[in-house]
């Protein structure tokens, strides 16, 4: 069984910090989505704009050219789809939040940049959060 179906991250190879980090990310990605807080808003889905970097943690590259060593994106659209099944949100902050903290579970990612933009019932508008990892205790 892969370290990815047993709950562990696979391992990665070490890259001199040098290197710097890289990041995975995700790029206009258009939903429709269950969201907002007024009672128009209820009831009705609503298209909004996801933008979404994920840092590696220093030093995490890829082990060869196999994709179970390092995050995927795959990762981060499936927290999407998740937290957005399980209902409906009313803040653009509370889900940005849902979302980096579901992909800094992950302990090889060290930070997330989330951005939300509504691209209807108005002009865009949206929020952007930065999170890191918290510290170990």
């Known amino acids: 069984m892969s370290a990815s179906r047993t709950g562990e991250p696979p391992l990665t190879v070490k890259a001199p910090e040098a290197l710097g980090h890289d990041a995975i990310f995700l790029k206009d990605w258009v939903v429709d989505c269950s969201i ?7 009831g009705v889905t609503q ?3 996801l933008s979404i970097d994920a840092f590696l943690a220093p030093n995490v590259r890829a082990a060869g050219d196999d994709m179970d060593t390092v995050p995927s994106y ?3 659209i499936d927290a999407v789809t998740d937290i957005m ?5 009313n803040l653009l902050e509370t889900f940005a939040e849902a979302i980096a903290e579901r992909v800094l579970r992950d302990p ?3 930070a ?3 951005r939300i933009e509504k691209l209807e019932r108005g002009p865009v508008r949206g929020v952007e959060i930065y999170r890191t990892r918290p510290a170990a205790p």
């Open 36 to 42: 907002g807080v007024y009672a128009e808003e209820k």
């Open 47 to 49: 298209k909004v704009r």
């Open 74 to 76: 795959t990762d981060i």
């Open 85 to 89: 099944g399980e209902g409906h949100i």
């Open 108 to 110: 090889r990612i060290a």
């Open 112 to 114: 997330m940049r989330v």
